[in-house]
């Protein structure tokens, strides 16, 4: 009798454990399926304010896309025309403006450093870069949609447009016709992604964006260098640090 009674004691006890161990396993699969694991969310009514401001750091990567032209042959005594790519620097500040829960209305005037070449390559071995060391103001006009805010963080996209005027030009010149000459206003069609993620005190967005410009920046007729090149248009791939 007492062997069976303690036997049957040790089964209700081992069962009764079992199933507690269950009981907890269920819960925490349940919590973990519910996201109870809570996360804070930061910034909670950031989206509530109309208008937001920040600052922004970028690193331009930028060369001038080129088209020959009809002379490239017959008049230019170079082979080869290119433009590399070169590093640049970037800082401005943010303005944004709420329209609903998906767009936002937004412009980045930023100061450029930029120095964009021209590399010449003649048969006989040698090379000639003409440089073109410049300082931009650049003032874009931006939509930007962007997807539902999971916790603390959400992707965007953004499509816009920008005007660049040149503050200051350095060029590396022999003088006269000699040199390559460009303008000093540009127009471009901008796209990219980005990326928010909010912190206690400010949101921080990484982006990549693309810029096409639209204007021909060589000048006509002033330009004996420059006889092989009809069309010589930016192109630049930015990475901006946006906070705001």
């Known amino acids: 009798m007492h062997i069976t009674y303690l036997r049957d004691l040790f089964n209700l006890r081992r069962t009764q454990i079992i199933i507690g161990i269950l009981a907890l396993l269920m819960a925490a699969q349940e919590a973990r399926s519910q996201g109870i694991g809570y996360r804070r969310k930061h910034l909670e009514y950031y989206d509530d304010k109309p208008i937001h401001y920040g600052i922004l750091f970028a690193v331009p990567f930028t060369r001038f896309n080129i088209k020959h032209s009809n002379d490239f042959v017959s008049k230019d005594s170079a082979f080869v025309i290119q433009s590399p790519t070169n590093a640049a620097f970037r800082m401005g500040f943010t303005v944004n403006a709420y329209l609903n829960e998906h767009f936002d209305l937004r ?44 916790v603390n963080s959400r992707m965007y996209m953004i499509a816009g447009v920008t005007l660049g005027i040149e503050t200051n030009v350095k060029r590396n010149r022999g003088g006269g016709a000699t040199a390559l000459d460009t303008k000093s206003s540009d127009f471009s069609i901008d796209y990219g992604i980005g990326y928010e993620q909010f912190f206690e005190f400010f949101k921080f967005a990484p982006e990549l964006r693309f810029s096409h410009g639209l204007t021909n920046m060589i000048v006509p007729g002033t330009n004996s260098v420059g006889n092989g090149i009809s069309r010589m248009r930016t192109h630049t791939v930015t990475l901006y640090l946006n906070f705001e």
């Open 107 to 150: 412009t980045t005037p930023a100061v450029s450093l930029y120095e964009r070449h021209v590399k010449f390559s003649y048969p006989n071995g040698t090379d000639r870069t003409e440089k073109r060391e410049s300082t931009w103001i650049e003032v874009p006009l931006l939509l930007k949609y962007k997807s539902v805010r999971r």
